[in-house]
T-cell receptor
């Protein structure tokens, strides 16, 4: 089945710096790659997603890149702010059906 | 829309008791997912349904776990008998076809 590896598990940055989180997946048939943000005690919420027919997608300070050949995708957050502090999960769809999630990255942004 | 609704939000029970978690997906969504989240294992997919039919239950840890979806607006996840290692946050999520999954607020289960 699909396996999703996520790195790093923790990431600490200064406010204003950029943060990058990377994921690799195993199933070459995967086509959908969302990123979720989970604040403490809250539910995971989608922040951005990308499908296999594009290589990059941006939404204000957040961007995601996808390299299907290498089977990896990354989340980029620029000009980080304290409210970006949360756990971030990448995921990929397993054979176009259910999502398989990475183990998560705890991002801490200090001011 | 109220979003995905889960009940109860918190459940504390004793080992050996039966636990039933409930979920109401977003109206019109045709896929429903049950996840378990723990610090050690992260977010694990337990089972998912398409059009009320269970598609993949390979994530269900043991026979003590069972899930049903009797209609498009209701699903249950049952643990019988419960054990302390079942303590976790259980999320239900729904989606329309293969698009964004919307998560419910979760049920925090504690088995003593």
């Amino acid at each position: 089945g699909e396996n999703v590896e996520q790195h790093p598990s923790t990431l600490s940055v200064q406010e204003g710096d950029s943060a990058v989180i990377k994921c690799t997946y195993s199933d070459s048939a995967s086509n959908y790659f969302p990123w979720y943000k989970q604040e403490l005690g809250k539910r995971p919420q989608l922040i951005i997603d990308i499908r296999s027919n594009v290589g990059e997608k941006k939404d204000q300070r957040i961007a995601v890149t996808l390299n299907k050949t290498a089977k990896h995708f990354s989340l980029h957050i620029t000009e980080t702010q304290p409210e970006d502090s949360a756990v971030y999960f990448c995921a990929s769809d397993q054979a176009g059906t259910a999502l398989i999630f990475g183990k998560g990255t705890t991002l801490s942004v200090s001011s | 829309d109220a979003g995905v609704i889960q009940s109860p939000r918190h459940e504390v029970t004793e080992m050996g008791q039966e636990v039933t978690l409930r979920c109401k997906p977003i109206s019109g969504h045709n896929s429903l997912f049950w996840y378990r989240q723990t610090m050690m294992r992260g977010l694990e997919l337990l089972i998912y349904f398409n059009n009320n039919v269970p598609i993949d239950d390979s994530g269900m840890p043991e026979d003590r776990f069972s899930a049903k979806m009797p209609n498009a607006s209701f699903s249950t996840l049952k643990i019988q008998p419960s054990e302390p290692r079942d303590s976790a946050v259980y999320f239900c999520a729904s989606s329309l076809f293969h698009n964004e999954q919307y998560f419910g607020p979760g049920t925090r289960l504690t088995v003593t």
